[in-house]
């Protein structure tokens, strides 16, 4: 019955995503960007690492999580209005204009980090199923990450890769829908069984602030709205970024909420795909659906990364390096970064590079707050100390099995 209500339950929210009348609206266009990255592969591991290190404190932890990502965005939702008008008439030697284009190059590092941080995922949830011996499975996952940049390379310089990207975006209806399928799903087996296990004990302590931090890339992704520029004016791109985090982050606290009665097995699964052995207490069937959105969301967000650090690196390199180039570089890191690390360092440091990332973009908000009196002393004391606790997080993100 759970498994069935479920399957209603994403049948009715892909259909209204997809054939709605505000589905074609440009709010909903703009919201669903970066929507679809912040509640991609965050919403299916958080769960259960959270589970591990805070205990029955999870749920507090997750909206210290938020906390911070609504920060950056604020940051960034300044930097849409005053940066961008600054720089459309900024000459090439301004040190606002070489700042933000220090950004950008950061931003696609990151990028190419966070595309080995999808694919390790897929992998391990990929490989989740199957009865592997436990000393094959992390060459197993990286023959297979590498297997897939390689193919992507391939079809970017066959200049074929924008119609899997194409592909991939028309997944996210698919996605939100299997999310609301599996919220429901553990509201009724809370409902039906009760608390079942005992919770475990809240665990808050200093030392786990790194752990915290080294989560970042989670609940990353509304710096999209950023760099859309060229399809939405800047105040809609504003306003639908912060809807995108209100949604992200009310689906983030409802999942956390309603695993509570799940907390303690929850703690004791292992690996990064944890979730999976969860839904499938609650009924078998319910793995497909948790495979399938994952599989879908980590390819589609591995693609569209790809994309955006092959295009942000010609664009700074003031088109000197061709985008399939690029494309190539940024594969090749992520290959070197998925051999070097295993799943739980690569979601660190995805998560350390994007706090740089937002780090800069404090450092650019308070450059251009200065230089043109924009924003009160209240918000230039906003952009120190987000902006430290970004640096924090660069140096002291730490991996969650730590």
């Known amino acids: 019955m759970i498994v069935a209500i479920a399957l209603v339950v994403a049948v009715i929210v892909t259909l209204a995503l997809t054939f709605g009348r505000f589905a074609r609206s440009d709010g909903w266009r703009a919201t669903v960007t970066p929507l679809a990255s912040i509640i991609g592969s965050g919403f299916l591991i958080c769960g259960p690492l959270l589970a591990r290190e805070f205990g029955s404190a999870a749920l507090l932890a997750m909206a210290a999580l938020l906390a911070i990502a609504y920060a950056a965005g604020w940051v960034i939702r300044f930097n849409i209005v005053h940066v961008e008008d600054h720089l ?129 890339i989670t609940v990353q992704g509304f710096e999209t709205s950023r760099y859309l520029g060229h399809d939405y004016p800047a105040d809609l791109r504003i306003r639908t970024m912060r809807h995108a985090q209100w949604i992200a982050s009310a689906i983030y606290l409802a999942f956390i909420a309603l695993l509570t009665p799940f907390l303690s097995r929850a703690a004791a699964t292992e690996g990064v795909a944890g979730i999976l052995d969860i839904m499938e207490l609650i009924a078998p069937a319910l793995g497909i659906l948790v495979l399938a959105g994952a599989l879908s969301s980590q390819l589609s967000a591995a693609v569209a990364d790809s994309i955006g650090s092959g295009g942000l690196v010609n664009e700074v390199s003031r088109r000197k390096i061709s985008v399939p ?78």
């Open 88 to 216: 459309a008439s900024a000459p090439f030697h301004d040190p606002i204009a070489w700042a933000a284009r220090i950004t950008q190059g950061v931003l696609a590092l990151a990028y190419a980090v966070s595309v080995a941080y999808y694919l390790k995922l897929l992998a391990e949830f990929s490989l989740k199923p199957i009865a592997l011996d436990p000393a094959w499975q992390p060459m197993a996952a990286n023959i297979i990450v590498t297997v897939i940049i390689g193919l992507m390379t391939l079809l970017a310089l066959g200049g074929s890769l924008r119609k899997v990207e194409h592909l991939a975006h028309g997944t996210v209806s698919i996605k939100i829908g299997i999310i609301a399928g599996l919220l429901v799903a553990l509201g009724i087996a809370w409902a039906m069984g009760g608390m079942g296990d005992p919770l475990p004990p809240a665990r808050l302590t200093w030392a786990s602030i790194p752990m915290l931090l080294g989560l970042i």
């Open 325 to 402: 180039l690029a494309f190539t570089l940024a594969g090749a890191l992520a290959v070197l970064v998925v051999w070097l690390t295993d799943p739980f360092e690569v979601v660190a440091l995805s998560s350390r590079a994007f706090a740089l990332f937002y780090a800069m973009q404090c450092a650019l908000a308070m450059m251009v707050s200065i230089k043109h009196g924009a924003g009160s002393s209240g918000q230039r004391v906003g952009f120190v100390v987000i902006g430290l606790i970004c640096v924090v997080a660069v140096f002291v993100g730490a991996p969650a099995e730590g």
